[in-house]
Each structure stands twice: as structure tokens, then as C-alpha cells.
């Protein structure tokens, strides 16, 4: 092999990796390389005079060569996965969770933080340093250091094991969505408008089959079963929509093992279930915290979306099955305001919503984002931006992948390829956003999809603007449900209408949205919140219900999903946002287990928070830009509710949210 790209000093603009050089064997040795940089550099702290230095800001730069392989590689599989990239990733994945345990359960290790936490007072920490080692000493503790020999060697082989059946649920789901198709033949396509049909062809040209073609990327799957006539269609891709991780892939037996193993490993830690254990380490800190508010929304929510479908049943003249609703909502919202994707989409190009962005960044924050052709990327539909300050200077690469394709998994998130950090002098973030808009000429998006865009772009700002000097306390390295926070209440700003009559421009004429557009699209905003509201609340009741469960290694994931279904009320023509066997969120990671309630813990605080922008009467009020921006620096420098009180004045108060959704009841 030649020269491992991974394993040397890039000199690309910013330090970005050179992917154009990189192949999949340079990963193996990279990692066994950076695995064992790490082992040695733990046993140089464990020999070292312990100090805050020597132990904690030592561990801070320990596995700096596997961090950077590390996050290459796995942001590559997620985006552009290959047969090579997934067998290394069924290799490694194993491998390198087992290696962060033996960090992680080093009793040495642990013992030296334990002494530094003890004599804290003594030790002239900064603020910053002083909450780095709390939370240093709680993750190795939540993490089993404290256990005896026998149980970390137990919690390792869990971590590994959990470790393999993450990635395999993962590719299972990926696997099922890269196969099915639908073709479309000429007399199939009533009722999809020219975005929708151009998007199904790109999707045929791009699978090497000639036509239109519809497939499970919620950009593709979402139109078809909104704009569709043809209800029998309709049905067979959402029947396809919701089996994925049923079929000859059958994620439900790596569920139980997933749910079984968590629960064990909770067990050892002495709580008595893993939700338990994982809320104990957020803001919500109790489960019953969290059902408490999920329970709030639940029954407004419930009442909303049966009123909702009565009027969609008195359109269509007969019942509404799950595959209905998007379409005769859709009509709905049409007949209501006057308004459809149909009129919007022209006005929202990708480069328009680009542009919205990119100056809602500058108006709040200073900064603003020149495009450089020059920086190396992965693929030619990503692009690449210099974040600069208003002076002028370099503060960050943002990476931009818009486009759905084979290979890269669904749905929107935000990653980086690097962490800002000025432990050892100023190292500046890069961010990436991944979306799986249907790609198309010029690319158009829906008002969701905008949305999502500026929810994906709160967390790229949430990276790109962290000051935190060390590295684990960098950017979104917050609590799990403070997380959605940062990106959740930079959605707000695409309602802004100085930001849609700036940037929402009509495609091929440059027209600006016309004001009755406007004024129906703000109108039309909380259509359908009863909908939305029950397809999120019931995934997020599963969600904590799936992780108290008392013997999950026994579980029926499919009959305990309708039981559990039955016993919440379901609207029947409603469905889970994520049934467990393709919930990504939970089962392939442990990022969102017994936690995703988070969004909407989070949108209480983004709810509120925007409220003040509108109590002061400027979305863009000096002010609080600044005080904000005090919350995208900080990283988990702070305590996040110490930090909202400081934004707000005052607590959230959850009023805020039943008001953003059209909730509240008189």
C-alpha cells in the first residue's frame, strides 16, 4: 500500500480531508494504528504525576489520530455507504466500541479522576474545567468504572455487542430502502405535479432504469403519497414505507436483544430500566418528567387530529386509511388557503433557501459563508463553504450534501469532520449537513423541507460557532435534550417575513413570493398539527415505553407495537412516525434511545425563546441575537438551563409550545 492518506498531515485549504485520495483499505490500518496510539497514550497518563493537566486535559488530547480516522469513516458510510465501507464497518464497529470501553472502565484511570473530583475546591478550576470533570467522572461512572472487575468486563462485552447489532440494524434499514422501487408507468402518474414526476425520473436515471420511479427516501416516498390520485399505489408504497426492517432483514429479533442488553447494562449501574438510567444524565432527569410533558401535548393533540379527519373523511366520502391523509390534507390545505406545493415550490429553490439561511446567520450572529470550490469533498453534490467572522476571518468549513441517492441513508442530520477547540491553540470546526431532498433541476423544495433545512443548519451553527476550549465539551457535546434546542429554533426564522419576501424568488423569474402567497403560507402553518403532533407523541411514547419494558429479551416488538398502540388511543388513519423495526434513532445508535422526547422537550425551550424575539418586536433584535449566540458558543461549558434562564430571564413555560402548534385550547 502506499502512504495512508489518513495517517498524514493533510495540506488541503482548512485541513479538510483529502477524500479524492482516500480508499477503503486505508481505514484498517488507520484504526489499528489509532487504537493503539490511544492505549499508549493512556498508559503515559496513568504514569504521569496527576494533576488536572496530566489527567483530564491529557485525556482530552488522547486519540486525536483515531478521532480523526473515525470520523471520516463514519461519516462516509453514512453518506455514501459501499460494500467495502459497510464490511469494514460489521469489522470495526465491534472492535472500536470495545476499545472506548477499556478507556472508559480504566480503574486506574478512574481512580485518578475521582481524586481530582474529591479535592476540586483545592485545584483553581476555571468554571469550564471544574464542569469538565464533574461530567468527566459521571460518564466514566454512568459508563461502569466504578463497578467491580466483573462487571466492567461485562459492560465491555456489551458495548461490543451492542456495537455489532447497531450496525446491522442499520444497514438492514439502508438495505430496504436502496431495494424497492416502484415503477411508474405514463398512465400512473395522475395528480403528481412536474417537481414530482421530474424527481420520480431523476430517481429512474439515477437506479439505471428507464421512466419514473418512485422509492422509500421520504423526498420520494412523501410526494407520491400526497399528490397521487391513484389510491391503490398509494397503499403499495406505504406498504412498503412502513415494512422496512420486516421482511427477510427482520429487525425485530436484533430489537430484542438491543432492548435486552440496555437493560442489563442499566441493571449493573443500579437503575431499574435503561430510560432510567439514559434520562438520568439529562435536563428531563426522571422518565416520568418526560411522559409528563409527552402526556400534555397527547390529548389536545388526539382531539385535533379527530377533528382533522372528519374533515378529510367529508371530502373524500369514505373512510381515511394511513395512505389517505397526506393526500386529502393536502386538499384541504388547498381549498382553505388557496395554497399548495404546487404554488410554493417555484419559490423555493434550494439556492433561494441557501441564501435565507446563510443571512439569517448574518443578521443574528455576524458571520457569513463563502462558497470555495477549492476545499476537497466526497462526492460533486456537496459543497463546500468558509464560514468567516465579521472581520473577515476563517471560523469554519460548512459542508453542504442536499441530495438523496443510492447508498446514503435517509433522512437529515448534521456530523462533523472535526470538533472547534483551542486546547493547544485554535483548531477550527467542519461541519457537515446531510438532507435527502429528491434531486431535480433546479432542485425545489416543499416549506418542510425548507424547514428542514434550517433545522439541520441550527446544528451546523451550533458546531461552527462553539468557543469551548477542549474538545468534549465542543459544539453540540450537550445534554441529549438540549441538543435539539440550537436547531429547532433556527426553524423559526424561515417564517420571518422579511426572510421570505428577501430570498423566497421565483425560480426562472425572480419574482419575489407575492404577499398573498405569503400571507396564506403563514396562515397554512398549522395545518395538519394534529397529525404531526400524534405521529411524533406516539414514537416518542414507544420510544420509553420499548425501554422500561421489564423482560424485552421475551418481546413480540410486533404485537407489544399494536398493544401498545391500542392502549394509547392510536387514531387508526394515523401512524407512527417510526415503527421500531426501521426506528434509526433508537436502534441503530444508542444517540436517541429512551430520548426521543427530546425534540419536543427542546421545542418548549425553542417555542418560548422565539416568543421573546417577538415580545421585542424584531426577529433580529440585537439584544437577544447576542444572548443566543452566548448559547451556540457555549457548547456544555454551562448548564443549559443556567443558560436559557440567561437568554430568557426566566424558565421555559411550556404554554409556548401548545401556542407554536395551535394547541392550546380557550
Known amino acids: ?133 464533574v461530567r468527566l467522572e459521571s460518564g466514566l461512572r454512568r459508563g461502569g468504572a466504578a463497578l467491580d472487575a466483573a462487571g466492567r468486563e461485562r459492560m465491555a462485552a456489551i458495548s461490543t455487542r451492542l456495537a455489532v447489532l447497531h450496525t446491522q440494524f442499520g444497514q438492514n434499514v439502508l438495505a430496504d430502502e436502496n431495494e424497492w422501487q416502484m415503477a411508474l408507468a405514463a398512465d400512473e402518474l395522475d395528480g403528481l405535479p412536474d417537481f414530482a414526476i421530474e424527481a420520480a425520473r431523476e430517481s429512474a436515471r439515477e437506479r439505471g432504469v428507464k421512466g419514473h420511479v418512485v422509492t422509500l427516501s421520504r423526498s420520494s416516498i412523501e410526494p407520491f403519497l400526497t399528490f397521487s390520485t391513484r389510491r391503490d399505489l398509494r397503499e403499495v408504497a406505504w406498504a412498503a414505507w412502513v415494512a422496512r426492517g420486516t421482511g427477510t432483514r427482520d429487525n425485530t429479533v436484533l430489537i430484542r436483544e438491543i432492548l435486552a442488553l440496555r437493560r442489563e447494562r442499566a441493571r449493573l449501574l443500579g437503575h431499574a430500566d435503561y430510560a432510567d438510567w439514559r434520562l438520568a444524565d439529562n435536563m428531563a432527569r426522571h422518565p416520568e418528567a418526560a411522559g409528563s410533558l409527552l402526556r400534555q401535548v397527547w390529548e389536545p393533540a388526539k382531539r385535533r387530529a379527530a377533528a382533522e379527519r372528519a374533515e378529510l373523511e367529508a371530502l373524500a366520502g369514505h373512510a381515511i386509511a394511513p395512505w389517505d391523509w397526506r393526500h386529502y390534507a393536502e386538499r384541504v390545505r388547498r381549498a382553505r388557503h388557496a395554497v399548495d406545493e404546487t404554488l410554493t415550490k417555484p419559490y423555493f429553490s434550494l439556492e433561494g433557501m441557501l441564501r435565507a439561511v446563510f443571512d439569517t446567520a448574518r443578521r443574528l450572529f455576524g458571520v457569513r459563508f463563502v462558497e470555495r470550490p477549492d476545499i476537497p469533498v466526497y462526492h460533486p453534490d456537496v459543497r463546500a463553504f468558509d464560514m468567516q467572522d465579521e472581520a473577515g476571518a476563517h471560523r469554519g468549513v460548512f459542508l453542504l450534501d442536499s441530495f438523496a441517492r443510492p447508498g446514503k441513508k435517509s433522512g437529515a442530520w448534521m456530523s462533523s469532520f472535526r470538533s472547534g477547540e483551542s486546547l493547544d491553540g485554535p483548531v477550527t470546526p467542519i461541519v457537515v449537513n446531510n438532507n435527502n431532498i429528491a434531486k431535480s433541476s433546479p432542485a425545489l423544495l416543499s416549506f418542510d423541507e425548507a424547514r428542514t433545512l434550517f433545522h439541520e443548519f441550527g446544528h451546523a451553527l451550533h458546531g461552527l460557532l462553539s468557543t469551548a476550549k477542549h474538545p468534549s465539551q465542543s459544539g453540540t457535546a450537550v445534554l441529549a435534550d438540549f441538543v435539539e434546542f440550537p436547531s429547532q429554533v433556527l426553524e423559526h426564522w424561515l417564517e420571518v417575513p422579511k426572510i421570505l419576501r428577501e430570498h423566497a424568488r421565483h425560480h426562472e423569474t425572480g419574482e419575489a413570493l407575492p404577499d398573498a402567497l405569503l400571507n396564506a403560507i403563514l396562515a397554512a402553518r398549522r395545518e395538519g398539527q394534529g397529525f404531526a403532533t400524534v405521529e411524533f407523541v406516539s414514537s416518542a411514547l414507544i420510544d420509553l415505553a420499548l425501554h422500561k419494558h421489564p423482560e424485552p429479551e421475551a418481546l413480540d416488538v410486533v404485537a407489544f407495537e399494536q398493544e401498545f398502540l391500542a392502549g394509547i388511543d392510536m387514531p387508526e388513519a394515523i401512524g407512527l412516525r417510526h415503527r421500531p423495526p426501521h426506528f434509526q434513532h433508537l436502534f441503530a445508535g444508542g444517540g436517541y434511545a429512551a430520548g426521543y422526547y427530546a425534540y419536543m422537550w427542546a421545542e418548549v425551550l425553542d417555542a418560548d425563546a422565539f416568543e421573546a424575539f417577538e415580545e421585542a418586536g424584531d426577529p433580529f433584535d440585537p439584544a437577544l441575537s447576542a444572548r443566543l449566540k452566548d448559547i451556540y458558543q457555549a457548547g456544555d461549558t454551562r448548564d443549559p438551563m443556567e443558560l436559557y434562564v440567561a437568554f430568557r430571564g426566566r424558565p421555559p413555560q411550556v404554554d409556548a409550545l401548545l401556542r407554536n402548534r395551535g394547541l392550546l385550547e380557550a
Open 1 to 133: 500500500m502506499t502512504e495512508n492518506p489518513l495517517l498524514t498531515a493533510w495540506t488541503t485549504p482548512f485541513g479538510v480531508p483529502p477524500f479524492d485520495l482516500i480508499r477503503p483499505e486505508h481505514f484498517p490500518p488507520a484504526f489499528d494504528q489509532g487504537m493503539a496510539e490511544q492505549r499508549a497514550e493512556i498508559a503515559a497518563i496513568a504514569a504521569a504525576p496527576s494533576s488536572f493537566a496530566t489527567t483530564v486535559e491529557a485525556l482530552e488530547r488522547s486519540g486525536r489520530t483515531l478521532d480523526r480516522v473515525r470520523s471520516v469513516f463514519f461519516n462516509l458510510v453514512s453518506s455514501q455507504a459501499t460494500e467495502a465501507l459497510q464490511a469494514i464497518e460489521r469489522d470495526y464497529a465491534p472492535r472500536l466500541a470495545r476499545h472506548r470501553a477499556e478507556v472508559t472502565l480504566d480503574p486506574g484511570l478512574f481512580a485518578r479522576v475521582s481524586d481530582l473530583l474529591a479535592r476540586r475546591d483545592e485545584l483553581g478550576l476555571a468554571p469550564d474545567q471544574d464542569r469538565l470533570l
